[in-house]
Structure formats: C-alpha cells, structure tokens
C-alpha cells in the first residue's frame, strides 16, 4: 500500500552527473519528509543520511561530503522527490535507498525502497 520505488542510477565517470529518482504510492509525498541514504560497497547494511528535504517548508539538508554538488527537490505534481547530482566522485559510489519520516532528521524513516545503484569509476 505504501511504496517508494528509487530510479536513475548508473554508471558515470567521475565529473559526471545523474539524476535519481524516488517516486511513492500509496501516500502523498509532500506531507512527508524524505530522505536519501547511500549504502557504501564493503559496508554492513548500514545507511547513510545524504540528503533530506522537510514537507513544512521544504528545507534542504545535506552531508558534508556533497554539499555543493547535490540539490535535492520535490515535485508535487508528480509526487517524486529527486537528488540531482554533479560533480561525481567514486566516494559517492554506492546504492542509494529514499525513505520517509515526518521531519529531517528524524529517526523513524520508513517505506524504504529497493534502492538504485550509482557507480563512479574510470
């Protein structure tokens, strides 16, 4: 019933740009805060907040490691939460998973997708 579905990674060399996606259904997306989370190779299933964006007021957060470089956003209409990111580096390889809660950073993220791999390499 409750469903998010991550899409839009790939393989790019570094410098380059992709877009990903987190489309949800069985909810309305801008009552939610949103959450993306990158799963590193060679971790444990640990998850690692990237980016959040709150419903409130839309304010943006990111982690250290990409702020500059990524932009996260939300569209209403289409009821799909985006990180655009550029300026890739292979330190950003990983799979990345969306969730939601009811504020950044919150503790309960939940309706966790299948994730989508992004790959940065030569």
């Known amino acids: 019933q409750v469903q998010l579905v991550e899409s839009g990674g790939g393989l790019v060399q570094p410098g380059g740009s992709l877009r990903l996606s987190c489309a949800a259904s069985?909810?309305?997306?801008?009552?939610?805060?949103i959450g993306w989370f990158r799963q590193s190779p060679g971790e444990e299933k640990e998850r690692k907040g990237v980016?959040?964006?709150?419903?409130?007021?839309?304010?943006?957060y990111y982690s250290d490691s990409v702020k500059g470089r990524f932009t996260i956003s939300r569209d209403n209409a289409k009821n799909t939460v985006y990180l655009q990111m550029n300026s890739l580096k292979p330190e950003d390889t990983g799979v990345y998973y969306c969730?939601?809660?009811?504020?950044?950073?919150?503790?309960?993220?939940?309706?966790w997708g299948q994730g989508t791999q992004v790959t940065v390499s030569s």
């Open positions: 980016s959040c964006i709150n419903s409130s007021d839309d304010s943006t």
């Open positions: 069985g909810f309305t997306l801008e009552t939610y805060a």
């Open positions: 969730a939601a809660d009811v504020a950044c950073w919150g503790t309960s993220f939940h309706s």
